[in-house]
């Protein structure tokens, strides 16, 4: 079992920046993929936001974030991070951590049924 905490999240004006950092416990967290989404209101689908393969030399983004926002992991600390700079309104959603296990070194995925671990979630919230 992992367990995943966000933390982070707050409320920001527009073109400010965000940290949102994810902390795991549990199993080896090493051999986990991880990912970042978004729900942007209550009974929306999880939009994916981005994700980094197990050692973090592999990293993936959603088109609507991509040279925004930027995903790192410290395995020797149990944490991914996701540093979101420029942010704008449509930004503000509950963001999710995830963790899914590594099919191989590379492995990374978009899809949010691939992933077996998500935590509770934090609030961001960007002004106009």
């Known amino acids: 079992q992992v367990q995943l905490v966000e933390s982070g999240g707050g409320l920001v004006q527009a073109g400010g920046s965000l940290r949102l950092s994810c902390a795991a416990s549990?199993?080896?967290?090493?051999?986990?993929?991880m990912g970042w989404f978004r729900q942007q209101a209550p009974g929306k689908e999880r939009e994916f936001v981005s994700?980094?393969?197990?050692?973090?030399?592999?990293?993936d983004y959603a088109d609507s974030v991509k040279g925004r926002f930027t995903i790192s992991r410290d395995n020797a600390k149990n944490t991914v991070d996701l540093q979101m700079n420029s942010l704008k309104p449509e930004d503000t959603a509950v963001y999710f951590c995830?963790?899914?296990?590594?099919?191989?070194?590379?492995?990374?995925?978009?899809?949010?049924?691939?992933?077996?671990?998500w935590g509770q979630g934090t609030q961001v919230t960007v002004s106009s």
């Open positions: 549990g199993r080896p967290w090493n051999r986990y993929f």
């Open positions: 995830a963790a899914g296990q590594s099919r191989s070194y590379v492995y990374t995925s978009r899809t949010a049924e691939e992933y077996d671990y």
């Open positions: 994700t980094i393969n197990w050692n973090g030399g592999r990293t």
